[in-house]
């Protein structure tokens, strides 16, 4: 089977730090590529894989700042579909945007939706419903308007994440510093518990960092910017707790699946896919607001860090993802290849 | 012969006030319904024409902020390239974006470079240059790298303008009030020969309206905001002269070609399409700096307005500008239709 995948240009395939899309690209792409398909990535030209990478962009929009974003994408996009005949089928990792090239070419497209940046990209769905077969990455983040082939939750290279079965006296929130991801809320629950609090991630929303987040480093709370793999692996192996308080739909969370494979419980506000992703009480807490937050840390020690680790191998890994994918093809692809 | 005019989507066509592109899109596809083709408009949903119109969307995403810019482009432009087979020739007026799609269809593509926003956009024309058929709207205006297949100057409808043979005393500054235009330095001219001047225009920067136009403001320098048609002509057939002293590189000048169709010479800076668009001396004056400005418009009683309008008339119609794209079609299709 000759595959497509089509990766964003924003960042690096995969990431250097942040770029979750590009990252789950990446994840699947190896995996294709070890169970026997012929995968071409189409990626930025300074990106990694065992894949065979077709770029016609240099470096990401987000690295080089001095290109416009939109001249990368639309070329991008399009030295794909002019080569749509070479494949069997395309995965679309990219937005809405190459739905819109899908009915000129005969190769199916699988599109990965990860997450609707605003309800008004939903029109382009819509319009491609019938045509993109659209794969959720948790049944939570699902537009009722729209039609799905499948779920498949993100998968992780479980080899990457150290399982640790001992940890140190911290509590990590690991992602973008924005109102979204709960820093603050993060914050107030390690002050509240009078325990460390590590805070690892790129700054996305500079005020909210100045107003939220800096008045309140010290000892305790500390501020380490951007980790990366090495980095990353290191704090989430080691922590008491992930917490994880947001304050939106979150569709996916990655660093909540990645902490639980280091063996690390996770403790979050329940929104968006955290039913999915944790097994309250299990691998985590489930929770509604910074005191029950507050609460959920003093039970920790009843939570098995093994628990965790199986549960997060079992669901999340990038085998059952890349298998689940494989299964979404063959149904596409009517058992032809 | 079936064609499709594909207009932007930013304003309505035509526009309420500001976007020439749309204007000029509108202006063709009036004299091509005139011409007897069988003409599609692909525009905003609140356009007009009368040709047939073919729209996705309601209204242009300048007129409604509320809506997604890039999502109502993709709806647009994929539109028109699914509908493709229907059409002899597809005339894109929407820059870059369509091009990506070309190699997709198989009805050719004529594209008018209304302008380079940036150096940077470039590369996608160069990816295109075999088979999107550039046409420059100046011979000043067209890039070395790319192929042309022809210059067509941008075409008013002449009966839209009323020639007028006296004038008062005012001077007239008509365009975007930003420093390309020169709103400060028409001011300048203006003080210096103790002349009244009218500025019309949307303020497309601010803080360049408040801090080198607004402090002039006063009984002889007055503004009066974005002007409609109406008021376009009777502002443009009464001046003494259009000052448009430019600080850039202008593709082409639309007010420059309406003042001398009103019968009002221009006195502007000699830069990018104006020694195209003006006969120095004859309907006004190209100069260097302000000091040469003051000189000219002291020169003014020797230039003919009959001159101006006569000039202009037989330049810059629409109908000239249907004539000279409906060769630019025969030559591409090769007398097929």
């Known amino acids: 089977m000759k595959i497509a995948v089509l990766s964003p240009v924003a960042w690096r395939t995969p990431p250097r730090h942040y770029g979750p899309w590009e990252q789950v690209a990446y994840n699947l792409t190896e995996e294709l590529v070890k169970a026997g398909l012929e ?17 016609v962009i240099e470096m990401g929009y987000e690295e080089d700042r001095n ?40 190769t199916p497209i699988v599109t ?10 939903i029109p382009v769905y819509k319009k491609y419903n019938d045509t993109c077969h659209y794969v959720s990455i948790s049944n939570s983040d699902r537009a009722p308007e729209l039609d799905y082939i499948a779920t498949v939750y993100n998968g992780l290279n479980v080899e990457s994440f150290s399982f640790s079965d001992s940890h140190e006296d ?45 008045p309140h480093l010290n000892e305790q709370i500390t501020f380490i910017g951007a980790a990366g793999p090495a980095m990353r692996n290191s704090l989430m192996s080691k922590a008491l707790a992930l917490l994880h308080p947001i304050n939106f739909e979150e569709p996916f969370g990655m660093s909540v699946a990645e902490a639980m494979l280091c063996g690390t419980p996770v403790v979050a506000f329940n929104k968006g896919s955290m039913p999915e992703l944790i097994k309250d009480r299990k691998t985590g807490f489930l929770v509604h607001n910074i005191a029950e937050a507050v609460e959920a840390v003093k039970q920790l020690t009843y939570v098995s860090r093994e628990a965790c680790h199986t549960w997060a191998a079992s669901m999340f890994s990038a085998e059952k993802m890349a298998k689940d994918y494989m299964e979404v093809y063959s149904q596409i692809l009517g058992g032809k290849h």
């Open 112 to 121: 990965t939706i990860h997450g609707f940046s605003s309800p008004r990209i």
């Open 170 to 214: 911290y509590l990590l929130y690991f992602g973008r510093i924005h109102h979204d991801k709960g820093t603050a809320e993060a914050i107030e629950i390690a002050e509240s518990c009078g325990k460390k609090l590590i805070i690892a991630g790129i700054i996305q929303d500079e005020a909210y960092f100045n107003t939220r987040v800096k």
């Open 67 to 106: 290109q416009d974003a939109k001249v990368l994408e639309c070329l991008h996009i399009s030295n794909l579909m002019e080569k749509a005949r070479n494949f069997d089928i395309i995965h679309n990792h990219f937005d809405f945007l190459p739905l819109t090239w899908s009915r000129l070419i005969s």
């Open 39 to 55: 995968v071409t990535l189409f990626a930025t030209g300074d990106s990694q894989t065992s894949a065979h990478l077709d770029a």
